[in-house]
DNA sequence: CAATTGATCCTCT
DNA sequence: GAGGATCAATTGA
């Protein structure tokens, strides 16, 4: 096995994630998030990902205020917000800002760059080394993460998901185009990706599926 | 290819 | 009770 070398990284410092959920955003390409559990270890290398930001973004979960399901999305910055969604899946985001203003960055998509036979394993159904984790339920998958993980500290050295610095996306590969699945705030491009990447997820336009009432049958 | 739909359950109204 | 930051299978061109 000729395997790369593996990169040289060191944790994401907290710090740099207190900020601006669209300036954290932009940074994170490129970052490697890595997962810990009792099958194993796999590592994704982040190639999509989303700004989601609290009072003002109708789009987020803390819009209109704080619950028990966000809770963590207002807490400090570099914690793992995980939540369940259309009833079979997690999604995961890196929470932002400071205590008691809520901000977070979905992740949307990455590359395998560790533990790719157990990837495999958790995502049986995948064709190409690209889908596997291509798309935020696809990622969660690949990692085990489950409801469990939520509130996670991502720079913590002993906690079972952390988060690295991984190689640095240079801007001229970075691209940038309005959110997956948002029906509100279409004209905000706070969906990040690294240009070229195959692992980067299909834009579909949020729809309204309930929209049309059929008034009766 | 693109468009559509079923699966399935938690969360907030 | 409605609907969702989705996925995979199926349908039709």
Request: charged residues 25%; hydrophobic residues 35%.
């Amino acid at each position: 096995m000729n395997a790369a070398p593996e990169p040289v990284t060191e944790p994401v410092r907290r710090q740099d994630l207190a900020v601006d959920p669209v300036v954290a955003a932009r940074s994170l390409l490129g970052t490697v998030l890595t997962s810990t559990t009792p099958e194993g270890e796999v590592a994704v290398r982040l190639v999509e990902v989303e700004a989601y930001r609290g009072g003002d973004d109708p789009a987020s979960h803390c819009y209109r205020g704080r619950t028990s399901r966000n809770e963590v999305m207002w807490g400090p910055a570099g914690h793992l917000y995980v939540y369940f969604v259309y009833g079979m899946h997690f999604c995961a985001n890196v929470v932002c800002l400071t205590d008691g203003v809520p901000g977070a960055v979905l992740l949307r998509a990455g590359e395998v760059v560790a533990g790719h036979d157990l990837a495999r394993e958790r995502r049986r159904t995948a064709r190409r080394d690209a889908d596997l984790a291509r798309g935020p339920a696809r990622l969660t998958t690949v990692l085990g993460l489950e409801r469990e993980h939520n509130g996670v500290d991502l720079t913590d050295p002993e906690a079972p998901v952390r988060l690295l610095t991984g190689d640095p996306v240079p801007d001229e590969r970075v691209r940038t185009g309005p959110r997956v699945g948002v029906a509100t705030a279409m004209e905000l491009p706070w969906r990040f990706w690294t240009d070229g990447s195959p692992a980067v997820s299909t834009y579909r336009r949020g729809t309204r599926r309930h929209r049309i009432k059929l008034t009766r049958d």
